[in-house]
């Protein structure tokens, strides 16, 4: 169940709506920040020689 199942009165549903609301606000942050750490990491694979092999990443936008 979801705080909005739960609520009761006016008040409750406010308050749940308003925890929902800003929980996803703080998600949507996080994961925004997740997407621009992986947009400025490098891949690298080391070959059977033991040489790195840089992989370039392509973003789709």
């Known amino acids: ?3 909005i199942d739960e609520c ?3 008040e409750n549903c ?3 709506r308003s925890k929902l609301g ?4 703080t998600g949507r ?3 925004e920040i997740t997407e621009i750490e992986l ?5 690298v694979v080391l070959s059977l020689d ?3 092999q840089r992989i ?6």
């Open 39 to 43: 947009s400025r990491s490098k891949i």
């Open 29 to 31: 942050q996080l994961q």
């Open 22 to 25: 800003s929980s996803y606000k």
């Open 1 to 3: 169940m979801t705080p």
């Open 50 to 52: 033991g040489k790195p």
């Open 56 to 61: 370039p990443l392509v973003t789709n936008h």
């Open 8 to 10: 009761d009165t006016k």
């Open 14 to 16: 406010a308050s749940a």
